[in-house]
DNA sequence: GATGAATGAGCATTCATTCAT
DNA sequence: GATGAATGAATGCTCATTCAT
């Protein structure tokens, strides 16, 4: 019933009534990435978008559903800066090389998202209080690298791999991108080239015959 | 002086008092674990463990001293577990995979601690909004690889590392353990000895010559 | 800062604010007079006021904000009482048999709201624990008198003072006045009148020639 | 009931009993005096004491028990200061003034003790909300100076009273002594002889015919 | 559409008091 | 006699949410 408001609602949806969405979320992000999880209250969020609390719970049912938007417009863009760039790519080897470059190069120039993602969705729960994590957003951003791996076993260029172990290698692939944001928060100066080449040169041999 | 006065403390503390302690650490971890690292009041905590909020209060100066036993005590228990373990090996390549086997079988076997810790750590910050990150534990974690990453490059039997692109590589085992937990969290009934062989596989190949 | 940004906002504060913020600050008084300082809970007075207890906390920064506000308004409304009063009188003589009917007075017809100050400033502490006795309150409190004790020195009127002496003057004065406003809680029946027109006298005796 | 219990169990007291009492007196005095009466829980009297808190719930019935007798003790003591001083004396004129000299002294000698009972007693309610005020104890302390008062106006020293003005008199001269101990708090390095003189000076002005 | 005002549940914390040892 | 441990009520405060204007 929800999801179905949701999309009849988004279809129904104005162009400013987007934009406002679209500028709350923003600040949303903002908040959260300075000052955390925890502390992005709406009173906080509407204070940096100069705007009355009650203007965002006109905007969104509930603090859920504004949350929510964080992760879905961080997929989306996601999925519009990584997809070209991987089809542009021909073999395996090179798509492999440029997700990672392209991931890395995606998280340099979307800290703050990046950021306020992480705090979202580690902090989204079910009512039973189990983590959400957005299992399913999860699996939608490893089925790039297990395509890319599933066609590199086929051609031949990488080492053979069982179906689960090629789920262990996407999932560390995955995870390195994910430890290079951590490490990215750390160390705000971190020189992201080299690092994306260590990576690129790691999971080259690892995947390698 | 805080500090000081805390080391002070546990030496005068009694048998009695250290075991309250660590029954509420332990319900504490339970119940970050099970509602997450938001809905893990004092009386949440206090209701698991069947005495009254007062009991927590009484033990602890305040929550923030509570929760700062996590990781502080997951630590330790790590420290204990894997330094033996690793000492036992000779050769670099193999304390590399003691390394990994480990702590895969640490995660498996403290679940519900390792993933306190990680709520627990995430959600800490500093007074203007930033995040601890316990950076000094964040470190100290990764000290193992490093030496051994050392003691590899030095012996010649892995291959040729910068200072930088060691880190890269250090950070990168660790990202990949941490990736385990996760899924392990998604996946209950993961594989974990096929996942431990596999973490193993990739990274003998990525660090050899 | 912080007391710039007060000044600020009294500025910025509607009408409606203004309003609102009286009315809970005169429950506060009433509160305050009628159960004590340490009984007047913010719950207590949203329950006189018939509010709930966010109400307060919307519209005042904390209870210390708003506890200062009986003080100050206390002071506001009594100088604009005395004030005229005294100016309306020529010799010092009649100035000072002025002030002291004035006060007991104004004392007389604001019990609640001098009962409230009494509470409200002998339980005001510095973070040290020092009390704080709003210094600069109290001595604004004496002013009038001491300049009514100089002119009458200047004029001859009274009898001669040393600068100390006089200060001892007009503390007992003002003592005086402090007195009566005890006495009038322990009696509330008290003969107003026959009071004033004692420490009329007794003050009258004690300064002239 | 609660007077004759307390009255039995004052008679069946040890020495030792009593010891302990006053001890603890003594260390809530100071606790009150340093840190305030709202501040001055039993943990932080026990501290003081180096007793734990429990030993107070021994000896006293309740904390309001333990308060009582702050000025119950003061209230002894003064007398024990006061009455012969001033028995010594035999015009109503040289009473008045020893009468003055004496409460300053003592007040000086006992600062910490003065204010705690300042504290206690202001802070003292009935069940009702009333304020107490040691009603019974605060005109005690009025006696001595209505009874010189009494005495003066028969020997025909001072000027003519009438009953109700004698007693504002009384109340006059005993606020002047209150407020010298107010003073004596903003301004610890007060002069204090100078101060009695003043006052000595004030009241023979304002009692002689 | 937008806002300020109000709500009430929930939070961490303090504390007087009780009690078994 | 004395203590440490435990209790539970109360407090000030925060905050997501509701609602009249």
Redesign the pocket.
């Known amino acids: 019933m929800n999801k179905k408001n949701k999309s009849t609602k988004q279809k129904e949806m ?1 162009f ?2 987007k934009a ?1 969405r679209a500028q709350i979320v923003k600040c949303a992000i903002e908040t959260i990435a300075e000052v955390g999880y925890a ?1 992005a ?4 969020i509407a204070k940096r978008a100069n ?9 969104f049912a ?3 559903e504004l949350l929510e938007q964080i992760p879905i417009e961080y997929y989306l863009a996601w999925q519009a800066y990584i997809t070209p760039r991987i089809e542009a790519q021909k073999s395996p080897k090179e798509k492999l090389q440029v997700y990672i470059e392209a991931n890395l190069a995606f998280i340099d120039e979307n800290r703050q998202h990046v950021f306020a993602v992480i705090e979202t969705v580690s902090n989204k729960r079910t009512d039973d209080g189990k983590l959400q994590f957005a299992a399913d957003h999860d699996e939608a951003i490893l089925l790039p690298i297990e395509s890319i791996l599933t066609q590199g076993i086929q051609e031949g260029v990488f080492r053979e791999f069982t179906k689960s172990s090629a789920r262990v290698m996407a999932l560390t692939i995955r995870s390195a991108i994910d430890g290079f944001t951590l490490e990215l928060t750390r160390n705000p100066h971190l020189d992201v080239q080299e690092y994306t080449r260590e990576l690129v040169t790691i999971f080259d041999k690892s995947t390698k015959k």
């Open positions: 104005s400013i009534e406002r502390q209250s709406l009173g906080q705007i009355s609390k009650g203007v965002i719970s006109y905007h509930n603090k859920e």
